[in-house]
């Protein structure tokens, strides 16, 4: 595939008549890890929940692998995995049933094999034949990562995925993020409010204040930058605004 | 494309159908139908075992007595399902709707309709698959009730059916899944289409209410041969066809009464069931076809709400939001 992975083009989104996103603009190229940062009500979910063709932008236009997520969202869907902040499952069906379910929908062939060698890729075969409803934060997020690769998708969402998770947690996480770029070759578009996941984890960040893009550049030069994390922090209050 | 769409729309029923299975207040549900419906049949077996005990004795001693006219049996197996077919229209239509209602609030509940709305899936599949699951649950649910009944009247009633009386009861049962899965797009319907969703479940209970025992119960208060026990008309010893001529005499209320009747779904419903499983005397002697041309109006509303509920079903899926509105 040609082009970028992600492209937003003069995107806008309205609640209820208030603009909640305004105009904007963002490429992010094949096999990034792109960190969206941004305070509570920025606009981050908004803009997932729009590529990810959950609902459809009021304004402007959002392409990922180069499929409109408004009128191509059979196509746009096919290629993406998507990790909700909140981690909700079936409870009653285990973690196979629940996964096995989510890879036939997107027509992955021979799904209990593709979920069994995910689960395996994942570190958490353990958890294949418990039920969902008996799991802790870090199982669920696992399993939600399950559900979001399960049909090896060439971009994949991250919706605040450190939320609730405990330190050894994220390191797993962040450690799976990593793996899933470097061994599968996806794209990855994180919402997250952990400049720390960011600094280690994201090849380019965004910065998101009040619906508004204020900042984009690659971690390499951000990091020249802003050489420290408290000095990074110190700069992302500043943009957003916010007494330090 | 065709096959990718039926293979995710198979994926979701097969979905729905587990969910349904492990559902507990479904499992009670179905519990109280069939032991409701076992309970009425045996009743009604028991005492039919007597009659036809009575009859074959009767039969006996005309055959010993050399009488070659023998007045064929006044009793019809089949009408000792009148309690199961009832049982549908009132608990069916219950478990059927609350059946629609777990299909929509699981989802929220869960909040797993993100996850899956970001699958190539589209609402239309989405409302298929349920339909064809919850289809599944409910024919597991008749074929239940259905083995229960006949083997009840062959057992206690000591009367087997045979394949004749069999294609009828199965045109009956037939209708008896038509009759739920419309119940069924109800409870989805009106869930999907409220922000909470138990005032959805409200709304369906109200309908059923008024459609399975207010409008029915109005019908048969205002039918004049119902004003009397043992029938007004057969106390006049009058048949079918010299109540007909009398109610010539008052065709505009009439029509209103059967207008009223007409307006509920589970009239049509227990009016075809019951024409097939000879619950009306009168329709004991007619052939198939005769018995189609005489229930007619019914099978005409059965399919309109069978097409018209699916029809809102999909249409207020399609405008049900993927995410919680107002999280931003």
């Known amino acids: 595939m040609k082009g970028p992975a992600i492209e937003i083009v003069g995107l806008g989104h309205k609640y209820n008549d208030i603009l909640v996103l305004h105009d904007v603009d963002l490429s992010i190229d094949r096999g990034e890890i792109f960190g969206f ?3 509570n009500g920025a606009g981050k979910t908004t803009t997932v929940n729009i590529l990810t063709t959950l609902i459809r932008p009021t304004l402007g236009r959002a392409l990922v692998n180069g499929h409109d997520v408004a009128t191509e969202r059979r196509l746009v869907t096919a290629d993406i995995g ?14 196979t049933e629940n996964l096995t379910f989510f890879a036939e929908l997107s027509g992955v062939e021979k799904a209990k094999h593709a979920v069994a060698e995910t689960l395996e890729y994942l570190d958490c075969s353990d958890l294949a034949d418990r039920r969902v409803g008996s799991f802790s934060t870090g199982m669920r997020q696992r399993i939600g990562i399950a559900q979001a690769i399960v049909h090896r998708p060439s971009v994949l969402f991250l919706d605040e995925p450190t939320a609730g998770l405990d330190p050894s947690g994220i390191r797993q996480l962040r450690r799976t993020i990593l793996d899933l770029n470097r061994d599968l070759g996806m794209t990855v578009f994180m919402n ?11 090849t380019t960040i965004g910065v998101l204040s009040r619906g508004e893009l204020i900042y984009k550049d690659s971690m390499e030069a951000t990091t020249r930058r802003f050489p420290d994390e408290t000095s990074l922090e110190d700069i992302y209050v500043q943009m957003e605004g916010s007494p330090a | 494309m065709a096959s990718d769409r039926r293979h995710r729309v198979l994926t979701i029923a097969r979905h729905e159908y587990r969910a349904a299975a ?3 207040i479904l499992v009670v549900l179905l519990a109280i139908l069939v032991i409701a419906t076992a309970g009425s049949v045996i009743v009604a077996a028991a005492e039919y075992a007597s009659r036809l005990a009575d009859y074959q004795a009767y039969h006996a001693a005309a055959v010993a007595g050399g009488v070659t006219q023998i007045a064929p049996s006044p009793l019809a197996p089949l009408s000792l399902l009148r309690g199961a077919f009832e049982y549908i229209e009132i608990i069916g239509a219950v478990i059927a709707i609350t059946l629609g209602y777990l299909t929509v609030s699981r989802e929220r509940v869960n909040r797993t309709l993100p996850l899956l709305m970001s699958r190539p899936v589209t609402s239309g599949e989405l409302a298929a698959g349920s339909l064809l699951g919850a289809v599944g649950v409910i024919v597991t649910l008749v074929v239940a009730t259905m083995a229960v009944a006949v083997l009840s009247v062959g057992l206690v009633g000591h009367d087997w059916i045979n394949v004749g009386q069999a294609g009828k009861l199965m045109l009956a049962f037939g209708v008896a899944v038509v009759y739920m899965a419309t119940f069924y797009c109800l409870g989805a319907f009106t869930t999907a289409s409220t922000k909470v969703a138990t005032n959805g479940l409200m709304v369906a209970l109200g309908i059923w209410l008024f459609v399975v025992l207010v409008l029915p119960q109005i019908g048969d208060t205002l039918d004049a041969d119902n004003q009397i026990p043992g029938g007004l008309f057969a106390a006049l010893g009058l048949g079918h066809d010299g109540e007909v001529q009398i109610l010539t005499h008052f065709t505009a209320y009439e029509t209103v009464r059967t207008s009223i009747e007409a307006a509920s779904f589970a009239k049509h419903f227990e009016r075809f069931a019951f024409a097939m499983t000879d619950v009306k ?4 002697s007619l052939s198939l076809p005769d018995l189609f041309f005489q229930v007619r109006a019914s099978i005409v509303w059965i399919l309109i709400y069978a097409t018209a509920l699916p029809i809102a079903l999909n249409h207020s899926f399609r405008n049900q939001p993927s995410i919680p509105q107002g999280e931003t």
């Open chain 1, 192 to 202: 997250t409010h952990q400049l720390s996941e960011v600094s280690r984890v994201c």
């Open chain 2, 22 to 24: 492990r559902s507990r």
């Open chain 1, 37 to 39: 940062l941004g305070h």
């Open chain 1, 82 to 95: 998507y990790l909700p902040s909140e981690v909700r499952m079936y409870p009653h069906m285990t973690a």
């Open chain 2, 281 to 284: 005397e009168r329709f004991r």
